[in-house]
């Protein structure tokens, strides 16, 4: 974990950064739903910037097996601490969620769960099971952890058959092992790899990077490369802020005209779908990309 900085340290954050708060029943409601469930959203655990609007919208990203993290990624707010045991009942909580809020596409997430044989891949595949139950013809995406790239673990999250299959690279490969605790580039690759040839090509995959954590653009190009050679087909590229003094600094703040060129860039290289800017995250308006036939 980074050294804490202080204020003097960090970056004025740019205009074309500032949010304006919505006020909006529907937020209201969307918070009083989740207490009521008790359910945990990467929204308030990773400190996201448009978890108001998200809410706003009646939408949310649920975090299964937990809010405690096995891991400690440099870039990450959520609480790294000894996990509590699986919560039996949270899938079908999920589930309740999800119809109530009358989601069409749902975003599925989770904490790293290295204390599990498994990762934490059965809850995975028991939540996207009750969800499906309770709301048929939903679009399932669940956005997972590396499972360390246990067979098994893969093999039981695609055998629940959800639409996307998304798992973060997050940066590039000089900067993994500062800003991603435990994980490994290739391995990461190599999930998303696996996913999409073990499911026949059924699974659309999807990967997030975070810019301004000082890569250079030949680095990131190589990534999103690298991502296509995995035969990833979804990227959303978003600027990185730092959740609070623990994690990481800004290195830069990245133009939206540059999100753009990365974004046009990516199209090029064969993406199927591209979500490129600086408020962009890996689960925000996830509902914009139309599943279709494979060319």
């Not at 009358?102 to 996207?128: K, M, N, Q, W």
């Not at 490994?184 to 999409?196: C, E, H, M, N, P």
């Not at 890996?282 to 509902?287: G, I, M, P, T, V």
Request: hydrophobic share 40%; with cysteine.
């Amino acid at each position: 974990m980074p050294d804490a900085i202080t204020h003097q340290q960090r970056k004025r954050i740019p205009e074309w950064l500032r949010l304006k708060l919505p006020s909006s029943s529907a937020f209201t409601r969307t918070r009083s739903l989740l207490e009521e469930l008790d359910l945990h959203t990467v929204c308030e655990s990773a400190k996201c910037p448009n978890h108001w609007e998200c809410w706003s919208k009646g939408t949310a990203t649920f975090m299964i097996a937990g809010d405690r993290c096995t891991r400690a990624c440099g870039f990450c707010s959520v609480n790294t601490a000894k996990p509590l045991p699986l919560k039996g009942e949270e899938p079908e909580r999920v589930a309740e969620a999800t119809f109530r809020m009358r989601l069409g596409h749902v975003v599925i997430t989770s904490v790293a769960r290295d204390d599990l044989a498994d990762g934490g891949a059965g809850h995975f595949c028991a939540t996207i099971e009750a969800v499906r139950r309770r709301n048929p013809g939903i679009v399932i995406e669940v956005l997972v952890p590396d499972f360390l790239d246990k067979n098994d673990s893969l093999r039981r999250v695609l055998d629940a058959k959800p639409e996307i299959f998304n798992h973060n690279l997050e940066t590039v490969r000089r900067l993994t092992p500062t800003v991603r605790s435990r994980a490994l580039y290739d391995r990461s690759l190599t999930v998303l790899r696996k996913a999409k040839e073990r499911s026949g090509g059924a699974v659309y995959t999807k990967s997030g990077l975070m810019l301004g954590l000082g890569e250079t653009e030949a680095e990131l190009l190589e990534a999103m490369a690298d991502l296509r050679l995995a035969k990833c087909d979804i990227l959303t590229l978003g600027q990185y802020l730092q959740p609070s003094l623990c994690q990481l600094p800004v290195a830069k703040y990245v133009m939206p005209a540059k999100f753009d060129e990365f974004g046009a860039k990516a199209r090029e290289m064969g993406f199927r779908h591209v979500a490129s800017g600086p408020m962009v995250r890996s689960s925000y308006h996830a509902d914009e990309f139309q599943l279709r036939p494979e060319a």
